[in-house]
């Protein structure tokens, strides 16, 4: 009988443990930067795609962020890499008529700043796989990291 209590004490944790297992966050966190993917919307009649991520800082000071805006990019199913029409950060607009290398942004701790990217002439039947998203290391200056997110 007291086999059995054991065996069924150890049989119940690691079923409640599985059951309330969660996903692991650190999986879309590179830099002590977390992105999330909010929307993605295909705009048929205006041949558009729009993209809509959210981006965290954890570190304990503000960070400036640098994007590197003609790295920065969507890839298709095909793996045809799109550069963006406009991308806006927070209040910050860059066009790509503007021929602005960098974004910059002062991102705070904990504090979710939507960075929304668009593509004009976004062919009809196209699906959008991944955004790669180019930015400069936090720690050393000069150094960018490619981040691929699904969408």
């Not at 806006?88 to 705070?108: C, F, P, S």
Request: glycine share 4%; hydrophobic share 40%.
């Amino acid at each position: 009988m007291r086999y059995f209590r054991t065996l069924l004490t150890v049989l119940l944790l690691s079923v409640g443990g599985a059951c309330f297992a969660q996903e692991d966050p650190s999986s879309n966190v590179l830099d002590d930067l977390q992105t999330d993917v909010k929307t993605v919307k295909v705009d048929a009649k205006k041949d558009s795609l729009s993209i809509e991520l959210f981006l965290i800082s954890y570190q304990m000071n503000p960070r400036e962020f640098k994007l590197n805006t003609f790295a920065t990019q969507v890839v298709d199913e095909k793996g045809t890499s799109h550069l963006y029409s406009s991308m806006k950060m927070g209040r910050v607009t860059v066009n790509i008529a503007d021929r602005q290398n960098y974004l910059h942004y002062l991102l705070e701790e904990n504090v979710p700043v939507p960075l929304t990217i668009k593509i004009g002439a976004w062919k009809k039947g196209s699906v959008p796989k991944t955004v790669k998203l180019v930015f400069e290391d936090s720690t050393e200056e000069g150094k960018f990291i490619t981040k691929e997110i699904a969408l």
